[in-house]
């Protein structure tokens, strides 16, 4: 299904993608070394229910994971880069990790994810892929306007990518949303230009470009979600939801609270 949002709906997607990014925002000024990955979770949950949110994740159960996720918020680490199940692990000084959140809000999702290093080590290789993950969702978001087409994006993804000297694993990538998380169309994260659905104003889309290091193959984790590096090369991941609009496209999951 592939959902046009109304002038209404689209507030509200402005409004759940503020609290997305806040609760991210929020998230990673709170993690620190020694914050274990199910405090994250705990606090996630509270910060939806405050809000008078609703979680996407808690329920959710498609035919790629061991269903439901029954839990808040994806937490990656280090080789883990989608779907990270948060469990029982303490995060150490120099882990990459990405949060991946998605939330619904008065009827409309919003969905986002940041990574960074934990701690005061920056290892050169986790923040060249991070910055690489960041440029080029800013390329893909570039690329949207109505009358461009999905294929503009990718192709603007990937060529970002690319250059950069990473694989690109087309399994997972970007996708609409709107009344629920996962709609068409699937957004690759490269492609050819002027190919695919044709973007119209009113249209969201999640953005999500991500990386391994040295690999473009995926291995599942034992606990039937987390999806790893096969090689265990570390990996990154960002990610926005933006709104389709007359002039071009706006990033909806901004955040509005101060930078940690």
């Given at each position: 299904?592939?959902?046009?949002?109304?002038?209404?709906?689209?507030v509200?997607?402005?409004?759940?993608?503020?609290?997305?990014?806040?609760?991210?925002?929020?998230?990673?000024?709170?993690?620190?070394?020694?914050?274990?990955?199910?405090?994250?979770?705990?606090?996630?949950?509270?910060?939806?229910?405050?809000?008078?949110?609703?979680?996407?994740?808690?329920?959710?159960?498609?035919?790629?994971?061991?269903?439901?996720?029954?839990?808040?918020i994806?937490?990656?680490?280090?080789?883990?880069?989608?779907?990270?199940?948060?469990?029982?692990?303490?995060?150490?000084?120099?882990?990459?990790?990405?949060?991946?959140?998605?939330?619904?809000?008065?009827?409309?999702?919003?969905?986002?994810?940041?990574?960074?290093?934990?701690?005061?080590?920056?290892?050169?290789?986790?923040?060249?892929?991070?910055?690489?993950?960041?440029?080029?969702?800013?390329?893909?978001?570039?690329?949207?306007?109505?009358?461009?087409?999905?294929?503009?994006?990718?192709?603007?993804?990937g060529?970002?990518?690319?250059?950069?000297?990473y694989?690109?694993?087309?399994?997972?990538?970007?996708?609409?949303?709107?009344?629920?998380?996962?709609?068409?169309?699937?957004?690759?994260?490269?492609?050819?230009?002027?190919?695919?659905?044709?973007?119209?104003?009113?249209?969201?889309?999640?953005?999500?470009?991500?990386?391994?290091?040295?690999?473009?193959?995926?291995?599942?984790?034992?606990?039937?979600?987390?999806?790893?590096?096969?090689?265990?090369?570390?990996?990154?991941?960002?990610?926005?939801?933006?709104?389709?609009?007359?002039?071009?496209?706006?990033?909806?999951?901004?955040?509005?609270l101060?930078?940690?």
């Amino acid at each position: 299904m592939i959902e046009i949002l109304n002038p209404a709906l689209l507030v509200r997607a402005k409004d759940a993608g503020a609290l997305v990014a806040d609760i991210l925002q929020t998230l990673k000024g709170r993690v620190a070394v020694g914050t274990n990955l199910l405090d994250i979770d705990r606090w996630t949950k509270d910060m939806i229910t405050e809000a008078g949110a609703q979680s996407c994740y808690v329920d959710y159960a498609p035919s790629f994971g061991r269903g439901p996720f029954g839990h808040y918020i994806c937490t990656a680490v280090n080789d883990a880069v989608l779907h990270g199940l948060p469990h029982d692990y303490t995060l150490a000084d120099g882990d990459l990790l990405t949060l991946d959140l998605a939330v619904s809000r008065r009827g409309v999702a919003a969905d986002a994810a940041i990574s960074f290093v934990v701690g005061k080590a920056r290892p050169s290789e986790s923040v060249a892929m991070i910055e690489a993950t960041e440029r080029a969702l800013a390329a893909g978001i570039a690329a949207a306007g109505p009358g461009a087409r999905v294929g503009d994006i990718s192709h603007a993804i990937g060529t970002v990518l690319g250059q950069a000297g990473y694989k690109i694993n087309t399994e997972f990538g970007g996708h609409g949303i709107g009344s629920t998380m996962h709609q068409d169309p699937h957004v690759a994260n490269t492609g050819r230009p002027g190919r695919g659905y044709k973007l119209r104003p009113g249209l969201l889309l999640a953005l999500e470009p991500w990386v391994m290091a040295d690999t473009a193959q995926l291995v599942t984790d034992a606990d039937g979600w987390t999806l790893r590096s096969a090689t265990g090369c570390r990996t990154a991941h960002t990610e926005h939801t933006i709104a389709i609009t007359e002039e071009g496209s706006e990033i909806l999951t901004l955040p509005t609270l101060s930078q940690p």
